[in-house]
């Protein structure tokens, strides 16, 4: 089993969150659902984890995505 990533956060994260941003901006312009456009993201990102880490390691980023959304930290902004 792979160790736990880093707990410093990678030079290029915010680069690549950028990018992200961009292309879900690029997305909503072409009036795309948002639940299409977070499939579509969530599939991309899980292929990417199952060509990077064993099963183990993406049930650990799973599992500190569940307990973000049970922490509240996911909750919607207000109107």
Known sequence: MPPDPPA???????EAGAVIDQAIADMVGRNI????????LLGGALGLLARTLDDAGIERVL????????????QRPPP
């Open 8 to 14: 410093t956060l990678p030079d290029d994260l915010a």
């Open 33 to 40: 659902a948002s639940l299409s456009i977070a499939s579509a």
């Open 63 to 74: 599992n500190r995505a569940i307990e973000s959304v049970r922490s509240g930290d996911l």
